[in-house]
């Protein structure tokens, strides 16, 4: 890893430390308002948003189904800040198999969009409607070590989002091979670090990193999706998805040593996504679905939730209107200090046959109002 480009976090105090100076903010959701942006009775699900320019772009697969393997595509639309209802489509991607899982940041004076089809594809935007031709990330496969009795399948690898850090360099959270029936050795999902946003390498190896403590916080396994943020001293905060209750771990830099905060009970912990307040000064917000274990025959009771990271874990729930097949939202900044956008999908609009998976969804826009406190 690169200790030089973080030689200015490492004095930095860890926020979730009991000898932190001053209490770290406290974000809380009050309002929410809601509305549809995208409906056209396909399967509209996964949504990316960023603000780039005098836009917000909001990108998503678009489907016959969630199940779908043919005929997905994925698309960009945007809006101006003053606007945010009506909607144009600026940018569309097509593979030979599935792809899903798209997200939006920007790099430099560029809007980049990543999505995943056996391996990670990028393309970007100087104007947010001009894309340069798709190309494969250049993502670094970990080779675990000859007494790890790891054996993979496969070296796809899958970078679940992607985000800026404080040091300016592009962090990620994601999937690096896949084990067989054979393996036996621990494994675990990979914290990736890139300079340039396209050529991504390891920071440690397998069982190491932010999934370390995770059954210390009641995690199982080994984690799949996942997301990364920092709080407003430095702080790196991981949200994992895995077999047991959604877990959020953290280390200070140079992100070596991580530790789980309190179990939350969150199960499912559907598409996590994290989001710092006020440009990174504020508190932390992180939304996922919630799909309880005991499920009435043929339905889908899931919901999108967001809570406050707080010492405590992840607090002060606001249920946000959604249910059946939904979830795997996006945080993006306001455009006034008290509030922050969530983009996400729902199929609460349609008629939903027994489970999920067939009936068409929408994108939606969240506007959340949110007030800071002190712990």
């Known amino acids: 890893m690169n200790r030089a480009a973080l030689t200015l976090l490492i ?11 001053e209490p770290e903010p406290v974000a809380r959701v009050g309002r929410v308002y809601v509305k549809s942006i995208w409906s056209d009775g396909r399967h509209n699900g996964f949504p990316g948003i960023a603000l780039f320019g005098d836009y917000y772009y909001v990108t998503f697969r678009n489907a016959d189904s969630h199940k779908a ?8 639309v945007r809006s101006r800040i003053d606007d945010l209802k009506q909607w144009e489509k600026v940018g569309e991607f097509r593979n030979d198999y599935d792809a899903r899982d798209p997200l939006l940041f920007v790099a430099g004076e560029r809007l980049r969009i990543v999505w995943h089809s056996k391996e990670d594809w990028t393309s970007e935007s100087a104007d947010g409607a ?13 080779e675990p070590s000859s007494e790890s009795r790891l054996i993979f399948s496969s070296q796809r690898r899958w970078l679940f989002r992607i985000r800026k850090g404080p040091d300016g360099a592009y962090y990620s959270l994601g999937r690096c091979g896949i084990t067989s029936d054979e393996s036996r050795g621990r494994f675990g999902l990979i914290l990736y670090r890139s300079t340039d946003g396209f050529t991504f390498k390891g920071m440690h190896t ?3 990193g932010p999934t370390f403590p995770m059954a210390t916080a009641g995690g199982i396994g080994w984690g799949h999706e996942a997301d990364v943020g920092w709080k407003s001293d430095g702080t790196m905060v991981s949200a994992i998805r895995n077999a047991g209750s959604g877990v959020l771990s953290y280390a200070s830099p140079p992100y070596e040593e991580w530790k789980a905060l309190p179990n939350t009970n969150w199960p499912d912990f559907g598409g996590p996504s994290l989001h710092t307040t ?4 504020g508190g932390m917000l992180v939304a996922a679905r919630e799909t309880p274990k005991e499920r009435p025959s043929g339905t889908y009771p899931s919901k999108l939730i967001v809570r406050s990271v707080t010492n405590a874990g992840a607090t002060n729930p606001v249920y946000i209107p959604s249910s059946g097949d939904c979830g795997y939202s996006s945080f993006a900044p306001g455009r006034k200090p008290d509030e922050v956008l969530l983009c996400y999908y729902s199929s609460h609009e349609w008629p939903q046959p027994a489970g999920t998976g067939e009936h068409p969804a929408n994108i939606y826009l969240a506007f959340l109002t949110v007030r800071h406190t002190k712990e």
């Not at 393997?69 to 960009?76: D, F, H, Q, S």
């Not at 001009?130 to 970990?142: A, N």
Request: net charge negative.
């Open 278 to 281: 006020l440009d990174g000064r």
């Open 11 to 21: 004095g930095l105090t860890c926020g979730f430390s009991s000898q932190a100076a």
């Open 69 to 76: 393997g043919e005929n997905t595509k994925i698309l960009v």
């Open 206 to 208: 397998y069982g190491q």
């Open 130 to 142: 001009t894309w340069t031709p798709m190309r494969e990330l250049d993502t670094e496969f970990v």
